[in-house]
């Protein structure tokens, strides 16, 4: 992910809030980066960019070598769905779905035919744990196995990158330890992962660490070195 001079300016009643105010980034291939900062000071918003869930008013951002502005909300959406996976603090499952049929819902928008999005879903709910939970709707599961679903459908169209914001958030320390035990497995898998977070266990996985403030990047430390862009 290469992110060049990006702004993204909301209006607050007469007032302009500059949530991403020229931020340049250069992700790595296989890097696990941290986003840290203090409420408010652009880390979701510039999370959003990178993940193509919002445009920014200014500024490129490059998925590998696509440049995003160029590209249609259409085919936007199809990056998206086949090159992220996302996961929220908040979970972001559909209630009315059970386990496996929310791991399923991106598969379908990529048209993969059910038999095979089927069998996907099991073995990424397997991998998470929750074998046993499936046919479970998200009400009759705790804080860490709805992340864990979470986790499996970000990686149902298998994605290179996983962006993540506060996933930790509203867990238990040990459900928190286990979703960064798999974050830290895929890391190991080479995916590329973002994570957004204002814990600092959280942070210490990461190979580099940035810190945001009023919508800049204003430091950053590198924990391990990673290839190129
Ligand atoms: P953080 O994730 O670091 O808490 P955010 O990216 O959520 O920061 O927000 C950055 C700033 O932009 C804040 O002042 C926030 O209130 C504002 N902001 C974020 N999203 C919106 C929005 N959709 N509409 C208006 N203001 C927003
Ligand atoms: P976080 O805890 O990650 O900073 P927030 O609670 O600030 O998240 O924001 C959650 C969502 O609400 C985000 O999608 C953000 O863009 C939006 N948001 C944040 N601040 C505002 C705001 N002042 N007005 C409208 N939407 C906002």
């Not at 979703?179 to 210490?204: C, M, N, R, W, Y």
């Amino acid at each position: 992910i290469r992110v060049e001079n990006l702004r993204k300016t909301y209006k607050m009643g007469d007032n302009l809030v500059k949530a991403v105010d020229g931020v340049n980034l250069d992700v790595f291939e296989g890097e696990y980066l941290i986003i840290m900062g203090p409420s408010g000071s652009g880390k979701s918003t510039l999370m959003h960019l990178m993940g193509c869930l919002d445009r920014p008013d200014s500024g490129e951002l490059y998925i590998g070598n696509v440049a995003v502005s160029k590209l249609s909300d259409a085919q936007l959406a199809k990056i998206r769905n086949k090159m992220i996976g996302f996961v929220f603090q908040q979970f972001n499952l559909l209630p009315r779905l059970t386990a496996i049929e929310n791991v399923e819902l991106p598969m379908i928008y990529a048209q993969v035919p059910r038999a095979i999005r089927r069998k996907r879903a099991k073995e990424l709910l397997k991998m998470v744990g929750l074998s046993e939970r499936m046919s479970h709707k998200p009400t009759q599961l705790s804080g860490g196995q709805m992340q864990r679903v979470a986790i499996a459908r970000a990686l149902a169209n298998d994605p290179q990158i996983i962006l993540a914001d506060e996933p930790t958030g509203n867990l238990d320390t040990k459900s928190g330890e286990e979703i960064l035990k798999i974050f830290s497995d895929l890391h190991s898998q080479g995916l590329t992962i973002v994570v957004v977070t204002h814990d600092p266990e959280v942070a210490e996985q990461g190979d580099r660490i940035i810190n945001m403030r009023d919508g800049k990047i204003v430091s950053q430390e590198v924990r391990a070195s990673v290839g190129n862009a």
